[in-house]
Nanobody, 120 residues
Framework: QVQLVESGGGLVQVGGSLRLSCAVSGRDVSNYAMGWFRQPPGEEREFVASITWRGGVTYSPHSVKGRFTISTDNAKQAVYLELSNLNPEDTAVYYC?????????????WGQGTQVTVSS
């Protein structure tokens, strides 16, 4: 089993920045690709970004438009999502996720989510 715990969300002004963290624990963690989804209020969950065990990165241009950065810290067993130049449309619950070997739209494990609220 793999456990994911997100943190770092909160309330931020338009144009501000946040760094979301995902603590990863469990068995065979190195076999999983990691990523982030988000779910705006009243809307469906959407893909944000992913990173493979080899370091390959994929972003959703429709959701982040080059403003977000995904990274990992293997020593700390953590995955990060840096959010910059935020706008109200970025308001959502952000979820960390893990997929075996290759990141998929239906990940094997989910975190509980962390709320990001952007106020104008």
């Amino acid at each position: 089993q793999v456990q994911l715990v997100e943190s770092g969300g909160g309330l931020v002004q338009v144009g501000g920045s946040l760094r979301l963290s995902c603590a990863v624990s469990g068995r065979d963690v190195s076999n999983y690709a990691m990523g982030w989804f988000r779910q705006p209020p009243g809307e469906e969950r959407e893909f944000v970004a992913s990173i493979t065990w080899r370091g390959g990165v994929t972003y959703s241009p429709h959701s982040v438009k080059g403003r977000f950065t995904i990274s990992t810290d293997n020593a700390k067993q953590a995955v990060y999502l840096e959010l910059s130049n935020l706008n109200p449309e970025d308001t959502a619950v952000y979820y960390c996720a893990a997929s075996l070997w290759v990141f998929r739209s239906n990940p094997d494990y989910w975190g509980q989510g962390t709320q990001v609220t952007v106020s104008s």
